[in-house]
């Protein structure tokens, strides 16, 4: 009997040291987050987190052009003008400059004219830019130096190039000053065939001498480009540079804004220029070198991309302007103070909605955007259809941020094709019978949960321009019934098609129905609906639509060669005037003709005339009635079937302040502000675990190993009694 109670009171001993140990180690363990995917460190710093879903190919300014790369190359580069962050309109100030650009007309032989000088004296006008000092580029390898004053790393040996696979494998880097000099190389870099900068062709038709040096430059190294001259873009000392430009062109200004006129320093493209670096993927494109308040940490597109803070970004400052709402919505509290607030963005590739609508949910992202999957669970309309935060989110502190986008998503006609474009007015009745047919009020409705406003004209609403009310109502497509706009009877698209020689959409000469074609990069399963929802748009009309989806290299040749019928477009703008719209249906930048914008080949002599008169006044009266007459000729003519204006729904969480949308400015983040605190008093409270089905389990777990446990136990007694 004393052999069986020692073994008993020493198995009880050590089930209570198990249990105590366990006791301990969960005690001294934090369970607020055991979810959290970010290092704890970063838990009271200024961090932003977000996500992407697609890779940026290029962050060169000179060869960017998407709104994903923007995202981070506005935020690194520094062109020399930005758009104020809180004033609407749109307003330019300026940013790396000292002030506005000097603007000078001249005549044929250099000789200054006055500022309301006649258009056709104008022959050139000169923007005089003075940029400030004392303004650092980032530290990066391409400007680290030795003590004699040797770049260090401009020609690599194999021994320098050992252990090197990301440029923060460089142990030293350096910087130095911004200079007038810099932003005229970057100029001169858009105007070699070798960078394809994407605007080049544009450029050569306002920039002087641009398309001269490009011709000069075939076949020169980038090193060798930074001592040709170029005739329009000269740095007149080490803070000013003078760009000329043909004739007068006011829009020019706000290419002045854009990223693809930031500033390069020539040691970027000499350290780049090694073919060993570009097989470990160190390149320009990769790796950016900027003035900006942001620089890359890190590039890992295919996990996560990391920008910081730039330890020599120059003095900025939050603005202290704005409009009365921005003082009421606590935009101005910040006013003066130093910029940036962040002190790195976090970007999580994310290539699925699900997942990343549940970490904004938990509070691990502090921005997202609404998936048509869960915006019943985030919006409800009031009774004046008027979008609302659901409780559930008003909760949460989470707040909605909505705009109009300044872009339009449209449906053009080819008019070099023979059955849509060149049949004169019985085209011109088709195109108008599809626009009525096609419900963008029922497509905004089905796939797009509202987020869009029917488009009735080029101009989207924001722009100059752009008319409210009757006025702005395409009659073509459109009746206005007590004081709103409504589309036109599916009878009157039908009389149309009568009229236009396709009675019930068969075409009256051959007796056959009519087929068109729709051609579009749209090839994803997820784009059949929609797809699908065209086909029955056109069989109101009796018109077979055929889609024809290929790849948008493909999609791009057919509209090069012409051999789209029908096409999906969309334009963002890229500065906020209606000059940045029409010129997609002007004339002389047709596309097959002159490989221009307007992808529809749309051709009206009285339009073309117009918009000449339009593009390069003030905006003023006169300028507002041409734009009317601009919008009444495309509306009779129906080269676009308008389509929509999209609305942006952005949520952010109650730590993430200072936010306004600003659909023009590429630089935002450095006025963004995160309370590192409350989100992490949030997350604790969002993500608390829950132990009870722990215990649950562990208290079944028990309730089976016990009698196990004690028919063992009775078993060995017997064992031993015997």
């Known amino acids: ?95 790396t400059a000292e002030r506005m650009p000097a603007v000078q007309f001249l005549d044929g032989n250099g000789h200054q004219l006055s500022a309301d000088a006649d258009e056709r004296l104008i022959h050139y006008t000169d923007y005089v830019i003075q940029i400030k000092p004392g303004i650092l580029y980032q530290p990066h390898p391409a400007l680290a130096k030795s003590d004699s004053g040797a770049y260090l790393y401009h020609h690599l040996t194999d021994v320098q190039l050992d252990g090197i696979n990301t440029l923060n494998d460089f142990e030293q880097t350096g910087t130095r000053e911004l200079t007038a ?102 390149t320009l494109d990769w790796y950016p070198i900027g003035t900006g308040p942001f620089q890359l940490q890190e590039n890992n597109p295919n996990r996560r991309m990391v920008m910081v803070k730039n330890p020599n970004f120059h003095d900025d400052y939050f603005p202290d302007q704005g409009e009365e709402e921005d003082r009421l919505n606590g935009l101005l509290t910040d006013a003066g103070k130093k910029l940036p607030f962040i002190e790195k963005v976090v970007f999580t590739l994310e290539k699925e909605t699900i997942p990343t609508w549940s970490k904004f949910l938990q509070g691990y992202y502090d921005v997202s ?36 986008s300044s872009s339009i998503f449209y449906i053009g006609f080819n008019m070099l094709d023979a059955t849509l474009g060149k049949n004169g007015e019985k085209s011109r009745k088709l195109r108008q019978a599809i626009s009525i047919a096609i ?101 109101k009309l009796g018109i077979k639509l055929v889609i024809r989806g290929t790849d948008y290299n493909r999609f791009q040749q057919k509209m090069r060669a012409g051999n789209a019928q029908i096409f999906m477009w969309g ?42 008169q339009m593009r390069n006044l003030n905006n003023n009266e006169q300028r ?17 079937l308008f389509g929509l204006y999209p609305e942006d729904y952005v949520l952010h969480h109650g730590w993430y302040t200072n936010v306004k949308p600003n659909l023009m400015a590429n630089n935002r983040l450095k006025y963004h502000k995160i309370d590192p605190v409350k989100r992490k008093e949030n997350r604790q409270q969002w993500n608390a675990p829950i132990f009870w089905p722990l215990g649950l389990f562990l208290l079944l777990l028990i309730g089976l190993i016990v009698p196990a446990v004690i028919a063992y136990r009775k078993k060995i007694r017997l064992a031993l009694n015997d």
């Not at 001169?188 to 994407?198: L, V």
């Not at 001269?212 to 430059?217: L, N």
């Not at 500065?575 to 221009?596: I, M, Q, R, S, T």
């Not at 507002?624 to 676009?640: E, G, S, V």
């Open 369 to 404: 955007g609404i998936s048509s999957d869960s915006f019943d669970q985030v919006v409800q309309f009031s009774g004046t259809g008027d979008p609302n935060l659901t409780a559930d989110m008003q909760n949460k502190g989470i707040h909605l941020q909505k705009a109009v």
């Open 439 to 539: 419900d963008y009020e029922e497509f905004i409705s089905i796939f797009m949960n509202g987020r869009g406003i029917p488009a009735h004209g080029a101009l989207p609403p924001g722009i100059f321009g752009y008319a409210e009310g009757k006025e702005g109502v395409n009659p073509y497509v459109y009746d206005w019934v007590d004081g709103q706009p409504r589309r036109k009877d599916i009878h009157y698209a039908q009389k149309l098609m009568k009229e236009a020689g396709y009675p019930g959409g068969v075409d009256s000469k051959t007796g056959q129905s009519l087929i068109l074609y729709l051609d579009t990069p749209a090839t994803s399963i997820e784009e059949r609906p929609r797809m699908n929802w065209f086909r029955k748009q056109l069989k």
């Open 1 to 95: 009997m004393s052999s069986n109670l020692s073994m008993k009171l020493a198995e009880q001993r050590v089930l209570f040291l198990v249990l105590l140990t366990l006791f301990l180690n969960l005690a001294g363990c934090d369970f607020s987050q055991l979810n959290n995917p970010y290092s704890k460190t970063e838990d009271n710093q200024a961090v932003l987190y977000s996500s992407f879903t697609e890779r940026p190919k290029h962050l060169d300014p000179a060869v960017s052009y998407s709104a994903n790369e923007y995202v981070f190359i506005g935020n690194i580069y520094e062109p020399p003008f930005q758009y104020h962050y809180l004033k609407r309109p749109y307003e330019l100030e300026p940013l």
């Open 571 to 612: 334009w963002n703008a890229d500065y906020p005037d209606p000059e940045n719209f029409f010129f997609l249906l002007y004339g002389p930048n047709a596309k097959v003709a002159f490989g221009g914008e307007n992808a529809g080949n749309y051709q009206n002599p009285k339009f073309d005339r117009l918009f000449r």
């Open 181 to 282: 000099e810099d932003y005229v190389y970057q100029i001169k870099r858009m105007a070699t065939a070798k960078i394809q900068s994407p605007i080049s062709e544009l450029m050569k038709n306002y920039i002087s001498g641009f398309a001269a040096f490009y011709d000069q430059s075939a076949g020169k190294s980038l090193n060798e480009i930074s001592t040709l001259p170029l005739e329009g873009v000269v740095a007149e000392s080490r803070y000013t540079y003078r760009i000329r430009i043909k004739g007068k062109y006011p829009q020019f200004i706000y290419w002045l804004a854009m990223p693809f006129f930031s500033p390069m320093p020539w040691e970027a493209d000499v350290f780049y220029d090694n073919p060993r670096l570009t097989e470990r993927n160190i």
């Open 624 to 640: 507002y009635k041409l734009i009317q007459q601009l919008q009444d000729l495309i509306r009779h003519d129906a080269p676009w």
